[in-house]
Nanobody
Framework: VQLQASGGGLVQAGGSLRLSCAASGGMFSVFTMAWFRQAPGKEREFVTAISWRGGDEYYTESAKGRFTISRDNAKNSVYLQMNSLKPEDTAVYYC??????????????????WGQGTQVTVSS
């Protein structure tokens, strides 16, 4: 499975960005999809995940209320809508996939597949 993330960029604090991740080479509908991020000098961290059919989502406290994950299985894509961005959201964002996992488990379990990252920079 190949995952291709896009949509990153430079935005001012308080602004919004929508990340996309397109999957190919596998059966997208069996994957729980997630977004992780890695800030400079820090370890990669889990942000949010969505179940393989959608409808079950899990967010970290820092993402809750500001970020929304969604997916379109017909387009083999997952999205991350990020609102009210803060400078501390600056990071490389990665999409990831794990087969038939409960979304909350992606916070501690290693995904089966990773995409390349897309840079998000939030200026103050």
């Amino acid at each position: 499975v190949q995952l291709q993330a896009s949509g990153g960029g430079l935005v001012q604090a308080g602004g919004s960005l929508r990340l996309s991740c397109a999957a190919s080479g596998g059966m997208f509908s069996v994957f729980t999809m997630a977004w992780f991020r890695q800030a400079p000098g820090k370890e990669r961290e889990f942000v949010t995940a969505i179940s393989w059919r959608g409808g079950d989502e899990y967010y970290t406290e820092s993402a809750k209320g500001r970020f929304t994950i969604s997916r379109d299985n017909a387009k083999n894509s997952v999205y991350l809508q990020m609102n009210s961005l803060k400078p501390e959201d600056t990071a490389v964002y990665y999409c990831a996939a794990r087969t038939f996992a409960a979304p909350a488990t992606l916070a501690t379990m290693t995904p089966n597949y990773w995409g390349q990252g897309t840079q998000v920079t939030v200026s103050s």
